[in-house]
């Protein structure tokens, strides 16, 4: 079985920075891309940000410039580091992986949990 679990969210003033984290564990042939999505109340869920084991990334266009996307390929580990947040940016943030069990299996995406990031005065 595979996990992704996120931790790092929580109740920030606009202007603030919160760091995400997201580890996978179990079984793990390989990953392909890891990324962060968030859905907001009443809304559709939406990419935020994704990176690729050779480090290519990818952001929505009102995260650019404000979140930055780090992968640590070793520990199977994703990090989204959010700065200058916005009280539009409140949201659960879902960490996701696409991720190979074995050579043999394909890829197949898997979601953590969410963690709920609130930006409030």
């Known amino acids: 079985q595979v996990q992704l679990v996120e931790s790092g969210g929580g109740l920030v003033q606009p202007g603030g920075s919160l760091r995400l984290s997201c580890a996978a564990s179990g079984r793990i042939f390989s990953i392909n891309y890891m990324g962060w999505y968030r859905q907001a109340p009443g809304k559709e869920r939406e990419l935020v940000a994704t990176i690729t084991n050779g480090g290519t990334t990818n952001y929505a266009d009102d995260v650019k410039g404000r979140f930055t996307i780090l992968r640590d390929n070793t520990q199977n580990t994703v990090y989204l580091q959010m700065n200058s947040l916005k009280p539009e940016d409140t949201a659960v943030y879902y960490c996701?992986?696409?991720?190979?069990?074995?050579?043999?299996?394909?890829?197949?995406?898997?979601w953590g949990q969410g963690t709920q990031v609130t930006v409030s005065s």
């Open positions: 996701a992986a696409l991720i190979r069990r074995t050579a043999s299996i394909n890829y197949v995406q898997y």
